[in-house]
Antibody
Framework: QVQLLQSEAEVKKPGASVKVSCRASGYAFTGYGISWVRQAPGQGLEWMGWTSTYSDDVKYAPKFQGRVTMTTDTSTSTAYMELRSLTSDDTALYFC????????WGQGTLVTVSS | EVVLTQSPGTLSLSPGERATLSCRASQSVSSNYLAWYQQKPGQTPRLLIYGASSRATGIPDRFSGSGSGTDFTLTISRLEPEDFAVYYCQQYGSSFTFGPGTKVDIK
């Protein structure tokens, strides 16, 4: 069955960076792109970006352009999302999701930014 | 960037009633690439509808999607107790964006 397994929760200080991983299994990794979506406590879903898993194509939401990098490693079927210059506003649950509309989601990685 | 607006923000209804949720886009959604999700507290979102009107696998037929261009609707024909949740629309025709959500709560 399709699974997206994300890395464990992180606690970071303001100004730091965080890198979240998403390991895919149960399907051909290069058959679908991977999106990253975040959800701050009590808030809605926010799309951050999308990366192709077979080319260098990547799309970022304007809000995160310049502060986020999304990559993939086809040898391990893993996608990565790195977010830099963290502030308390980046405290959120970060999800990876497969494809253009999202049947399959990772379990979420809680990133807490606190001094 | 395509901005999605959802209305109402909150919909208070009783079980058995019909729910009509609206999603409006700031520009035409390419190929009607519009999806709807349901999210309950502590859970990941669940895909209900894709392509504006196609039900995802396993979704009950009381959920239906309609619309085209800039105006889309999710209808729940008869609310079941498990349908009280937050609903989001998402467009994937021009990059990707989510709407702010509509909360359906018990009246």
């Amino acid at each position: 069955q399709v699974q997206l397994l994300q890395s464990e929760a992180e606690v970071k200080k303001p100004g730091a960076s965080v890198k979240v991983s998403c390991r895919a299994s149960g399907y051909a990794f290069t058959g679908y792109g991977i999106s990253w979506v975040r959800q701050a406590p009590g808030q809605g879903l926010e799309w951050m970006g999308w990366t192709s898993t077979y080319s260098d194509d990547v799309k970022y939401a304007p809000k995160f352009q310049g502060r986020v990098t999304m990559t993939t490693d086809t040898s391990t079927s893993t996608a990565y999302m790195e977010l830099r210059s963290l502030t308390s506003d980046d405290t959120a649950l970060y999800f990876c999701a497969r494809g253009n509309y999202y049947i399959h989601w990772g379990q979420g990685t809680l990133v807490t930014v606190s001094s | 960037e395509v901005v999605l607006t959802q209305s109402p923000g909150t919909l208070s209804l009783s079980p058995g009633e019909r729910a009509t949720l609206s999603c409006r886009a700031s520009q035409s959604v390419s190929s009607n690439y519009l999806a709807w999700y349901q999210q309950k507290p502590g859970q990941t979102p669940r895909l209900l509808i894709y392509g504006a009107s196609s039900r995802a696998t396993g979704i009950p037929d009381r959920f239906s999607g309609s619309g085209s261009g800039t105006d889309f609707t999710l209808t729940i024909s008869r609310l079941e107790p498990e349908d009280f949740a937050v609903y989001y629309c998402q467009q994937y025709g021009s990059s990707f964006t989510f709407g702010p959500g509509t909360k359906v709560d018990i009246k």
